[in-house]
């Protein structure tokens, strides 16, 4: 029922997704980015969703049409398998300690698409990944999921982990946000009665 599977094929990406939004943590990631692997799994792991991504990118060249691509086609995963998103919390927000950084995420699966983005990344690179493409990431994922998130470092000095807390901090958020609110599950959750 709150399930998708999304093809995205462009000049740059064939991408495929699955999403499950009450699974148990299982994904099946292979992106041709190692880094973005790694956040993949912990995001869904973290979410608690069932998640499988594939993608075929230009990496030759470097990570971004891989990363964008993927950050669009998981926020068309989610609006999908939301569909009118009857019955959701549709608010979550978590604070999340990684090490030495601390994130904070907030999620309003409003129908409006707003990135609020205030994170220093203190190094270029994390391995081979460009640190700049984790924005680009969720500038993807807000406006084809049609949400708002807010994603604040409060802080870290470690690139690794602030981004890795990123990922984290807004699965947990997006966890509570789907959640089918039992008093309210036959409610849209908003006064104008669509989202």
């Given at each position: 029922?709150?399930?998708?599977?999304?093809?995205?094929?462009?000049?740059?990406?064939?991408?495929?997704?699955?999403?499950?939004l009450?699974?148990?943590?299982?994904?099946?990631?292979?992106?041709?980015?190692?880094?973005?692997d790694?956040?993949?799994?912990?995001?869904?792991?973290?979410?608690?969703?069932?998640?499988?991504?594939?993608?075929?990118?230009?990496?030759?060249?470097?990570?971004?049409?891989?990363?964008?691509?993927?950050?669009?086609?998981?926020?068309?995963?989610?609006?999908?398998?939301?569909?009118?998103?009857?019955?959701?919390?549709?608010?979550?927000?978590?604070?999340?300690?990684?090490d030495?950084?601390?994130?904070?995420?907030?999620?309003?699966?409003s129908?409006?698409?707003?990135?609020?983005?205030?994170?220093?990344?203190?190094?270029?690179?994390?391995?081979?990944?460009?640190?700049?493409l984790?924005?680009?990431?969720?500038?993807?994922?807000?406006?084809?999921?049609?949400?708002?998130?807010?994603?604040?470092?409060?802080?870290?000095?470690?690139?690794?982990?602030?981004?890795?807390?990123?990922?984290?901090?807004?699965?947990?958020?997006?966890?509570?946000?789907?959640?089918?609110d039992?008093?309210?599950?036959?409610?849209?959750?908003?006064?104008?009665?669509?989202?």
């Amino acid at each position: 029922m709150r399930n998708a599977e999304i093809k995205r094929k462009t000049a740059e990406t064939d991408i495929q997704i699955s999403l499950s939004l009450d699974g148990g943590g299982r994904s099946v990631i292979a992106t041709g980015c190692s880094f973005l692997d790694h956040m993949l799994t912990l995001f869904a792991k973290h979410g608690g969703f069932d998640l499988n991504v594939s993608c075929h990118g230009d990496t030759q060249i470097d990570y971004h049409h891989t990363v964008e691509d993927i950050g669009i086609a998981l926020g068309t995963a989610f609006a999908k398998a939301l569909g009118d998103k009857r019955g959701i919390v549709r608010y979550g927000d978590t604070t999340l300690p990684m090490d030495e950084a601390l994130i904070l995420s907030a999620v309003d699966l409003s129908g409006r698409s707003y990135l609020g983005y205030a994170v220093s990344v203190p190094t270029e690179k994390v391995g081979d990944f460009d640190t700049e493409l984790a924005e680009e990431f969720w500038l993807g994922f807000v406006r084809s999921a049609a949400c708002t998130l807010h994603i604040r470092m409060l802080s870290g000095t470690n690139s690794h982990h602030i981004i890795e807390g990123c990922f984290k901090s807004v699965a947990r958020s997006l966890c509570q946000a789907v959640r089918v609110d039992e008093q309210h599950a036959d409610e849209i959750p908003s006064t104008k009665g669509v989202l």
